[in-house]
Structure formats: structure tokens, C-alpha cells
């Protein structure tokens, strides 16, 4: 398997179907004139800080975080609201968006439109870094600890630095794609009213799946284990351990196993079935990996959906021609980006 297959896997390549323009982005109107927010030196609770900005445009900013959860740094690209400056009192809806494994915080202002999206929006837009392979947990680490704390990097540290630093509101959406699309269900269901809406595209929503066909008949968390942890230089039982001697400890973070924790949040789940669609390259190979192993999601989507409608909750299920690959992740979350914005009440000052 080639380095470039392997990372295709959960998000982080691209391919030629995307734009040079859209991973360049699109220049944010500014709204009106006020002083740039400074967040170096805001806290959480737990001692965590921010170390470092730098502000791209009146708009977007990179954040460095010194996070006492992940024990080392981790940034955060953040857009922020239309009308941040001219409402200096104002609270503000917040979007997550997870990147996939093998991604980075940069990955969704890269290769999505999400720029063009939010341009007169007034919505907080946070996009931070979730590990190469982090799985957005706190790892069990042997059962000796929590780091890396994913988990609670994002959803307590990152949280309440947005509240205090830039008057983040607990209206809250949640978005991702791959192993980010697994993050967006598994923090949803685990931390039930944290998020009024959460959704995945192409997600990793079944981690006990029995197999990865047609990638793999083993069962998803050994070819997890043996085909992406282990050879990444990872201990293939810190991160929730055994399958099976620990799979209390995998069924806990599982989106399919904990849709019972999804009730009252607005579900929105979209993926390919595996076939070269409009918006692969003509010259796709049927058998690269992008190809075989988006077939292999559908099949956990499903299962994942059929839970959600066995409880009868609130699901939107999207399925399309295409490939795990970039182009149609950034097309899905320009679809699911108005369901996204109603479910926290994110207005559009117009234009």
C-alpha cells in the first residue's frame, strides 16, 4: 500500500478534482472596523493556554494551545463571526469541523469552501488539530492514563478558552469527515446537549464493524490496529485498547453502539457507496484504495443508521456516487452547511 493510498484512507490527501481557488479559500469580509481580539494568555480551568495567534485576515486566526490534556501543543484555525467587531457584547454559535486521520487543523480551510460559506455568517468557525491518528478520545494508554486527551482538548480546554477568549455561546454544531466524522458522533453521543447538531461525512461510525470488505475480511479495529496504528509508530493497545479483552472500553467511544445518547440531537450523515462518480478524476483506478474502502464506510454508515431509525431519531441520510476523497466531502458540507446553521440558530447578515 503506498504512503499517499494509506493516507486517503480517513481524509488527509487530496486529489486533482479539487480547485487550486477552493483550497486557497475566499477572502472573509471583514464587517466593520474594531481592534483584533487577543487571545494569548486566556486559560481553561485546568491551566491550559493560549501561547500563540496570528491573524491571516481581519477573520481567521491560528491559535497555539500549551494543552495540559495532550501534554504538548496543538493549534486551532478559527474564523470568526461576520459581525464580531460591531457587536462587542454579542455571544456567538460555534461550528466544529474535524478533520480526518493523517489530516491537521488546516485541512477543511484547504480543501472545503467552508471560507465562501461563513463569508457573511455570524457563526464562531473552529477547526483544530485532532492528531494524525488521534481518534478524538482521551487514549486508554494500557489503562495507566488519558493522554493523549483529545477528548478533553477539545471539548473542555478548547471550549472554555473559546467561551472566555471570544464569546463562544453553548450552541453548539459538529461536523467532520473519516475518522473526524467518528469523532462528531462519538462526541455527540458522549457528552449528550453538548452539541445541537452533529454531522459525519464518509464517518467511521461503527468501530466494532466485523469487517472492512472490500478492503479486508478481518474485523475494522485489527485492520485499524494492524494496517494504520501499529505501523505509525503508535502502541496498538493505548489506544482503547484489546478489541476484545477491552471492548467495553471501544464500545464506549462507538457512534453505533451509543445512539441511544443521540436523542434530541439533529443527526445528518452522508456517504459515497464506493464507485467512481462526477467528481473523481477520469483516470481513477476501480481498485484504489479511495474507491474500495468508501464502500466499506457505506456499510457502517448503514449499520449506523439503521440504530438511529430503529430509535427514531432525528436523521438525515445522504447516499451518492463517489470516493472517500476530498471533492465530495466538501460538497456534502455545503449541503448538510444550512441544516447545520438552523440547529444553532446561526443567522446571515446578508449579501
Known amino acids: 500500500m503506498t504512503t499517499l493510498n494509506r493516507r486517503r484512507f480517513f481524509g488527509a490527501a487530496s486529489t486533482a478534482g479539487v480547485a487550486a481557488t477552493m483550497s486557497q479559500g475566499v477572502a472573509l469580509a471583514s464587517g466593520r472596523d474594531a481592534r483584533k481580539p487577543r487571545l494569548v494568555g486566556v486559560q481553561a480551568d485546568n491551566g491550559a493556554s493560549v501561547i500563540a495567534q496570528n491573524f491571516h485576515d481581519p477573520r481567521t486566526v491560528d491559535i497555539t494551545i500549551d494543552s495540559v490534556a495532550l501534554g504538548h501543543t496543538a493549534s486551532v484555525r478559527i474564523i470568526l463571526p461576520y459581525r ?18 493523517y489530516g491537521d487543523y488546516l485541512s477543511w480551510a484547504q480543501y472545503s469552501d467552508i471560507a465562501r460559506l461563513v463569508r457573511k455568517r455570524d457563526v464562531l ?36 478558552i473559546l467561551a472566555r477568549g471570544l464569546r463562544a455561546a453553548d450552541r453548539r454544531a459538529v461536523a467532520g469527515l473519516s475518522m473526524g466524522g467518528f469523532g462528531a458522533m462519538s462526541y455527540a453521543a458522549r457528552h449528550p446537549g453538548f452539541f445541537q447538531a452533529a454531522a459525519s461525512f464518509s464517518g467511521t461510525l461503527d468501530t466494532l464493524h466485523p469487517t472492512v470488505e472490500p478492503v479486508s475480511s478481518d474485523p475494522y479495529p485489527t485492520w485499524l490496529l494492524q494496517t494504520h496504528i501499529t505501523p505509525n509508530g503508535y502502541d496498538a493497545l493505548s489506544l482503547f485498547g484489546d478489541p476484545t479483552a477491552q471492548r467495553v ?42 474507491v474500495r474502502f468508501e464502500a466499506a464506510q457505506l456499510l457502517q454508515n448503514r449499520e449506523f443508521v439503521k440504530r438511529v431509525t430503529r430509535l427514531e431519531l432525528d436523521v438525515t441520510f445522504e447516499t451518492y456516487v463517489g470516493t472517500h476523497t476530498w471533492p465530495y466531502w466538501a460538497r456534502e458540507l455545503g449541503k448538510a452547511f444550512p441544516f447545520l446553521m438552523r440547529a444553532i440558530e446561526a443567522g446571515s447578515s446578508g449579501g
Open 125 to 160: 468557525v473552529v477547526m483544530p488539530d485532532g492528531g494524525e491518528l488521534g481518534f478524538y478520545t482521551d487514549w486508554w494508554a494500557r489503562g495507566a492514563g488519558n493522554k493523549p486527551g483529545w477528548e478533553t482538548f477539545h471539548l473542555v480546554e478548547l471550549s472554555q
Open 84 to 101: 464580531f467587531r460591531s457587536r462587542s457584547s454579542a455571544s456567538w454559535p460555534v461550528l466544529y469541523l474535524l478533520h480526518g486521520g
Open 249 to 290: 472500553v471501544w464500545a464506549a467511544h462507538n457512534p453505533a453502539d451509543l445512539v441511544k445518547r443521540l436523542r434530541g440531537t439533529k443527526l445528518y450523515v452522508s456517504c459515497g457507496n464506493g464507485r467512481i462518480g462526477p467528481l473523481d478524476p477520469p483516470e481513477t483506478d476501480p481498485s484504489d484504495v479511495s
